[in-house]
């Protein structure tokens, strides 16, 4: 039987010790078994010839701020916001270590923060990815381009640990304050948990550095 988001908060508000705790077995739909993902939908892909005809640009949302979305914790469904700004101090660590891979598997990596392939930062939207430098031969680089100019796959997904957050009053929203993305991962997915993430895969035009890095921070991916 559904469990409601009425009766859920009426449970979780006599077991949660308190407001500042964590959600328990926190997850993205209600078998237990699903991971606790969320999303971000695309608002257009495209994929362009680049000047060099050499690399593929990537650029989206991996999470979209202060936009509610639903999941699921042991007791059932609440609705979860990320604050704006929830990252800065993990996305400022001189280690940062954060690849982008698709559907959270690590073994299928295309971009990586370590290798200076792999950018990430905060915007007005959210959680800005930009991997201006993709391979067009790297195997899964070729498998999942055609999928995002056709729209077959337009979200975005990030893996992360809670670091703090809160309950509203009636138990019916959490909202995450701070996270570490340190070695977790922005990921291509084809459904996550948060409906608002976009994506984008372009060749590159050929142009100065500080005009294509400004190209990098164009809104093409929500979560």
């Known amino acids: 039987m559904t469990i409601t988001l009425a009766a859920a908060a009426v ?28 999303r971000a939908a695309l608002s257009g892909v495209e994929v362009r010839e ?20 639903e999941m699921w914790d042991m007791f059932g469904p609440y609705t979860e916001i990320v604050t704006e700004g929830a990252g800065t101090d993990s996305l400022a660590r001189a280690d940062l270590d954060v690849p982008l891979v698709l559907g959270h598997d690590q073994l299928r ?7 200076g392939t792999l950018l990430l930062t905060e915007d007005a939207t959210g959680l800005a ?18 999928k995002l100019r056709s729209g077959l796959v337009d979200e975005m997904s990030f893996a992360f640990r809670i670091e703090s957050g809160q309950w509203s009053p009636d138990y019916t929203e959490y909202r995450i304050n701070r996270y ?32 294509r890095a400004r190209a990098l921070l164009e809104l093409a991916l929500a979560r």
């Open 11 to 38: 449970e979780r508000a006599q077991q949660v010790r308190q407001r500042a705790d964590r959600p328990s077995q926190r997850r993205s739909a209600e078998q237990a078994g699903s991971r606790a993902t969320v």
């Open 50 to 69: 680049a000047g060099d005809g050499t690399t593929l640009e990537f650029v989206g949302h991996a999470s979209v701020y202060e936009q509610a979305y």
């Open 109 to 115: 990596r295309m971009a990586r923060t370590t290798t």
């Open 129 to 146: 990815v930009s991997a201006p430098s993709l391979d067009p031969n790297d195997y899964d680089v070729a498998y999942i381009a055609p």
């Open 180 to 211: 570490d993305i340190h070695r977790g991962d922005v990921a291509i997915v084809g459904y996550g948990a948060s409906p608002y993430t976009d994506a984008s895969m372009r060749q590159p035009a050929a142009a100065p550095t500080s005009s």
